[in-house]
């Protein structure tokens, strides 16, 4: 892996982290005095990870992109804010492939919605 010690900082981080951090957090977090790397070294880093499936990427529409551990989990996205919390419906695989009729591989689902400190806001 390219940069590996790199890498596995942001591995790291991703995985321990319940924040849904973007390449410009990431890159804030695993600077020190002796690991300064450049923002362009962190987004290749974050993308070989992605197609690893190390990492997931996290897109919401007018968002950074944001990264997130592999465990089965889904998003609340606030369409005010762009905040990310994670919520667990289990796994739906096999209902989609019963209305399908088809295999499922994969999928991510995103829900819309207005967090509290925005609604509060209103």
Same mark, same amino acid.
């Given at each position: !892996?390219?940069?590996?010690?790199?890498?596995?900082?942001?591995? /790291?981080?991703?995985?321990?982290?319940?924040?849904?951090?973007?390449?410009?957090?990431?890159?804030?977090?695993?600077?020190?005095?002796?690991? *300064?790397?450049?923002?362009?070294? @962190?987004?290749?880093?974050?993308?070989?990870?992605?197609? =690893?499936?190390?990492?997931? *990427?996290?897109?919401?529409?007018? =968002?950074?992109?944001?990264? /997130?551990? !592999?465990? *089965?989990?889904?998003?609340?996205?606030?369409? @005010?804010?762009?905040?990310? =919390? /994670?919520?667990?419906? $289990? /796994?739906?695989?096999?209902?989609?492939?019963? =209305?399908? $009729?088809?295999?499922?591989?994969?999928?991510?689902?995103?829900?819309?919605?207005?967090?509290?400190?925005?609604?509060?806001?209103?």
């Amino acid at each position: !892996m390219k940069n590996s010690g790199y890498a596995k900082k942001i591995l /790291d981080l991703v995985e321990s982290s319940h924040e849904h951090l973007s390449a410009e957090q990431i890159h804030e977090r695993i600077q020190s005095e002796s690991c *300064r790397p450049v923002l362009a070294t @962190v987004y290749n880093n974050l993308n070989h990870l992605t197609e =690893q499936n190390l990492i997931r *990427r996290i897109a919401a529409e007018g =968002q950074p992109d944001r990264y /997130d551990r !592999m465990t *089965r989990h889904d998003h609340l996205i606030c369409t @005010v804010c762009g905040s990310l =919390q /994670d919520v667990f419906l $289990g /796994d739906l695989s096999e209902s989609l492939k019963e =209305q399908t $009729g088809e295999e499922i591989t994969g999928y991510d689902l995103r829900i819309s919605w207005i967090c509290p400190a925005c609604r509060t806001k209103k």
